[in-house]
């Protein structure tokens, strides 16, 4: 499965500058999302390297940096936004209420169209709202089925290529997998996780005109096979799929983690492939 996500930044009209009436200086206030998960790999390391550098670019500016995790971020930066201290920046995930508020510059007011024309088109759509450029795309991400290469090999398993070999029969309990499935549809970016399934059985969150279509009938087809074929087998678990966490799915995958007999995602001694499991019309003929 791939789903391709954005981050988008935002700017604020609250807050402002940091500018005072007698000096040049500008303080810029952004806060960030944190894409590690421990302090070695915290992106605190990517925006210090970068403010460093743009500072001594421009010595009349400086920047701060808040890096929070994706589970905080959004709550965060509306807190801010309420008590009148909006960042300069931001780059989250939920900006569309901003927008309609008034709160936010359009990309119009920021960037020259020739930077503008720059963006890819499949991200930069992710940050319109009403057709009007808010979101300035920062990042995208693939995401894939992971599995463990030497698990299978054991088993005498073939990966899966389709939503039907994803979910095999007979259950591969014999081999000693009670789970082999993780599904996590936790609070931890639980938006993305859940539009790469949409995505996958040919729907999404949005029809084709922009309006939202959550219970279209390629959405029902996809929750329902979850629910049937995944859920209701008991190929996921211990963890309920609504309260497991992406972070504790991968720890598990890698054996770090409190239920580490859930492999889903890629192991740190690199034992795992990612593979793409064939999606829309031809995934559901395959089911």
Same mark, same amino acid.
Request: charged residues 25%; negative net charge.
């Given at each position: 499965?791939?789903?391709?996500?954005?981050?988008?930044?935002?700017?604020?009209?609250?807050?402002?500058?940091?500018? &005072?009436?007698?000096? $040049?200086?500008?303080? %810029?206030?952004?806060?960030?999302?944190?894409? =590690?998960? !421990?302090? @070695?790999?915290? +992106?605190?390391?990517?925006?210090?390297?970068?403010?460093?550098?743009?500072?001594?670019?421009?010595?009349?500016?400086?920047?701060?940096?808040?890096?929070?995790?994706?589970?905080?971020?959004?709550?965060?930066?509306?807190?801010?936004?309420?008590?009148?201290?909006?960042?300069?920046?931001?780059?989250?995930?939920?900006?569309?209420?901003?927008?309609?508020? &008034?709160?936010?510059? $359009?990309?119009?007011? %920021?960037?020259?169209?020739?930077?503008?024309? =720059?963006? !890819?088109? @499949?991200?930069? +759509?992710?940050?319109?709202?009403?057709?009007?450029?808010?979101?300035?795309?920062?990042?995208?991400?693939?995401?894939?089925?992971?599995?463990?290469?030497?698990?299978?090999?054991?088993?005498?398993?073939?990966?899966?290529?389709?939503?039907?070999?994803?979910?095999?029969?007979?259950?591969?309990?014999?081999?000693?997998?009670?789970?082999?499935?993780?599904?996590?549809?936790?609070?931890?970016?639980?938006?993305?996780?859940?539009?790469?399934?949409?995505?996958?059985?040919?729907?999404?969150?949005?029809?084709?005109?922009?309006?939202?279509?959550?219970?279209?009938?390629?959405?029902?087809?996809?929750?329902?096979?979850?629910?049937?074929?995944?859920?209701?087998?008991?190929?996921?678990?211990?963890?309920?799929?609504?309260?497991?966490?992406?972070?504790?799915?991968?720890?598990?995958?890698?054996?770090?983690?409190?239920?580490?007999?859930?492999?889903?995602?890629?192991?740190?001694?690199?034992?795992?492939?990612?593979?793409?499991?064939?999606?829309?019309?031809?995934?559901?003929?395959?089911?």
């Amino acid at each position: 499965m791939i789903a391709v996500v954005s981050a988008l930044g935002m700017t604020a009209v609250l807050g402002g500058c940091g500018l &005072g009436g007698d000096t $040049t200086d500008v303080t %810029l206030r952004l806060v960030a999302a944190d894409y =590690g998960d !421990s302090a @070695a790999n915290s +992106s605190k390391k990517y925006w210090a390297k970068l403010v460093e550098e743009y500072e001594a670019d421009h010595p009349d500016v400086n920047v701060e940096v808040s890096v929070y995790s994706w589970n905080d971020i959004d709550a965060k930066v509306k807190e801010m936004v309420e008590a009148g201290k909006a960042p300069d920046m931001a780059q989250i995930g939920a900006y569309a209420d901003y927008a309609a508020d &008034g709160l936010l510059y $359009t990309a119009d007011d %920021l960037l020259s169209i020739p930077v503008q024309a =720059g963006f !890819s088109s @499949a991200l930069a +759509s992710a940050g319109q709202v009403n057709g009007v450029q808010y979101g300035l795309p920062f990042a995208a991400s693939t995401r894939l089925l992971f599995y463990n290469k030497a698990h299978f090999e054991e088993a005498g398993l073939t990966p899966p290529t389709t939503w039907a070999e994803l979910a095999p029969t007979p259950r591969p309990e014999a081999e000693g997998v009670k789970y082999p499935y993780a599904l996590p549809l936790g609070s931890e970016e639980a938006q993305a996780e859940t539009m790469q399934w949409l995505l996958s059985g040919g729907g999404g969150y949005t029809d084709t005109v922009g309006t939202y279509g959550i219970d279209s009938t390629e959405n029902v087809e996809t929750f329902t096979w979850l629910r049937d074929e995944l859920v209701g087998e008991d190929l996921t678990g211990p963890v309920a799929p609504g309260k497991l966490n992406r972070a504790d799915a991968f720890a598990a995958f890698a054996g770090r983690g409190r239920h580490a007999e859930r492999p889903s995602v890629p192991d740190e001694d690199g034992r795992e492939e990612g593979r793409e499991v064939r999606h829309g019309a031809d995934a559901r003929r395959e089911r």
